[in-house]
């Protein structure tokens, strides 16, 4: 069974920590996203990567990072955490025609 | 630029009636359609899709949804909602050509009444 996996399922962070998401995909997707959803505001998404090492920015990248060392591997990484940044993060991998596979999710509360 | 409409933020049908969840989309050149469901702190779960074959499409635990290019729709459909469909479902087009990230909807809140 394909799977798309986030590391964490919650995670409280304090105010100015920096915090890393982590997503591993095992179906050999090229493509990769971070997507934070919220009540009313539906799926925004904040970075997507179409190849190892290769980024872009999606529709609200402010205030985030991404890395993607390796195929399978596509992280998340807030600089300096902040309140508004509490969330549901959802990480996918997509072909075009098969649609996206998500993970499970990471509910991140920022404190 | 492509954009997925949603008609209803919430739709309630009780336990046993027809479940319809309406999607349409806006561009010139009929897209990849895909319906999505979220459970409560889940993911998202692709139910079913539309790649330019049969216009109607059979999904899990009995949803379909039919493209209709004259409309420009992609609805979802059950004959029978179960109490476990109570959901978050979101409809999704990607261009088949061109750029891949799909255009989402702001998704539909499936309540099943007893």
């Known amino acids: 069974d394909v799977k798309v996996t986030q590391s964490s399922r919650y995670l409280v962070k304090r105010t100015g920590e920096k915090v890393f998401l982590e997503c591993v995909q095992d179906m050999d997707h090229e493509n990769m996203f971070w997507y934070r959803q919220d009540p009313g505001l539906g799926l925004r998404l904040i970075y997507f990567?179409?190849?190892?090492?290769?980024?872009e920015k999606g529709d609200i990248p402010e205030g985030y990072s991404v890395s993607r060392e390796k195929k399978e591997r596509f992280s998340l990484i807030l600089e300096s955490a902040s309140t508004n940044q509490t969330s549901m993060y959802l990480c996918?991998?997509?072909?075009?025609?098969?649609?996206?596979?998500f993970g499970s999710g990471t509910r991140l509360t920022v404190v | 630029a492509q954009s997925v409409t949603q008609l209803g933020s919430h739709v309630s049908v009780s336990e046993g009636a027809l479940v319809l969840l309406r999607c349409n989309y806006s561009s010139s050149v009929p897209p990849y359609l895909f319906w999505y469901v979220q459970y409560p702190n889940q993911g998202l779960q692709l139910l079913l899709k539309y790649t330019s074959a049969a216009t109607l499409v059979k999904g899990i635990n009995d949803f379909e949804a039919e493209f209709k290019k004259s409309e420009t729709s992609f609805h979802l459909t059950k004959p029978s909602a179960h109490m476990s469909d109570a959901a978050e479902y979101f409809c999704a087009a990607t261009p088949p050509g061109g750029s891949y990230i799909p255009t989402f909807g702001r998704g539909t809140s499936l309540i099943v009444h007893p």
């Open positions: 990567s179409y190849d190892v090492k290769m980024k």
């Open positions: 996918a991998s997509s072909s075009r025609t098969l649609g996206y596979t």
